[in-house]
């Protein structure tokens, strides 16, 4: 096997650590779907604001800040996603 093939086969084992942790899903579906199923839209609104803080704040403490940073992001992208389409239902329930 080539060095160059070694290295392509070594890449496709990597996981996604950021948008998707093998590790959240189980029993076939995301914790973090399954956490806004089980929350009020506020709960689950502070959860994804405070993740992106613990993810902020110890950036640069553990071993990977630049894994850290793309999670805190996620979490913000996905706390400006779910704003939106509160923002969304409101406005069709009134």
Same mark, same amino acid.
């Given at each position: 096997?080539?060095?160059?093939?070694?290295?392509?086969?070594? !890449?496709?084992?990597?996981?996604?650590?950021?948008?998707?942790?093998?590790?959240?899903?189980?029993?076939?579906?995301?914790?973090?779907?399954?956490?806004? #199923?089980? /929350?009020?839209?506020?709960?689950? @609104?502070?959860?994804?604001?405070?993740? #992106?803080?613990? !993810?902020? /704040?110890?950036?640069? !403490?553990?071993?990977? #800040?630049?894994?850290?940073?793309?999670? @805190?992001?996620?979490? %913000?992208?996905?706390? %400006?996603?779910? /704003?939106?389409?509160?923002?969304?239902?409101?406005?069709?329930?009134?």
């Amino acid at each position: 096997m080539t060095i160059l093939k070694k290295i392509l086969k070594k !890449y496709k084992q990597v996981k996604d650590m950021v948008n998707q942790p093998p590790h959240y899903i189980h029993g076939g579906i995301e914790t973090i779907d399954y956490m806004e #199923a089980k /929350s009020t839209p506020e709960e689950f @609104a502070g959860h994804l604001r405070l993740t #992106a803080i613990k !993810y902020l /704040s110890r950036t640069g !403490y553990k071993d990977n #800040a630049l894994e850290d940073l793309k999670k @805190a992001q996620w979490y %913000v992208n996905k706390l %400006v996603k779910y /704003s939106e389409k509160q923002t969304i239902i409101g406005r069709l329930i009134k």
